[in-house]
Nanobody, 122 residues
Framework: VQLVESGGGLVQPGGSLRLSCAAS????????MAWFRQFPGKDREGVAA???????KYGDRVKGRFTISRDSAKTTLFLEMNSLKPDDTAMYYC?????????????????WGQGTQVTVSS
């Protein structure tokens, strides 16, 4: 599976962005898809995850502001980000996994995209 993220950019505080992640190749084993973010010098942090059956889970810092979804073909992942804060500035990555006990743990995922930068600043 190959993953390509898009949609990052510069946005003012309080603004919105929509990230996309297109999966190609053998997408049969993309039961779980998730978004992670990484701040400079920090480990990757789980943002949101979604199972093929629609179940979702969100990190505490984004609950109520971000929404994860997948298209009907289950090959494109989205992250709708609202009420963005400067603290949301990070590189955002999408990932896929087959069996994920802790869906917001990076170690559960085996395929990653290259990332897309999100910068929240006035």
């Amino acid at each position: 599976v190959q993953l390509v993220e898009s949609g990052g950019g510069l946005v003012q505080p309080g603004g919105s962005l929509r990230l996309s992640c297109a999966a190609s190749g053998d997408t049969q084993n993309t039961a779980y898809m998730a978004w992670f973010r990484q701040f400079p010098g920090k480990d990757r942090e789980g943002v949101a995850a979604i199972h093929r059956d629609g179940r979702t889970k969100y990190g505490d810092r984004v609950k109520g502001r971000f929404t994860i979804s997948r298209d009907s073909a289950k090959t494109t992942l989205f992250l709708e980000m609202n009420s963005l804060k400067p603290d949301d500035t990070a590189m955002y990555y999408c990932a896929t996994g087959v069996y994920c006990a802790n869906v917001l743990s990076p170690s559960e995922y085996d395929t990653w995209g290259q990332g897309t930068q999100v910068t929240v600043s006035s």
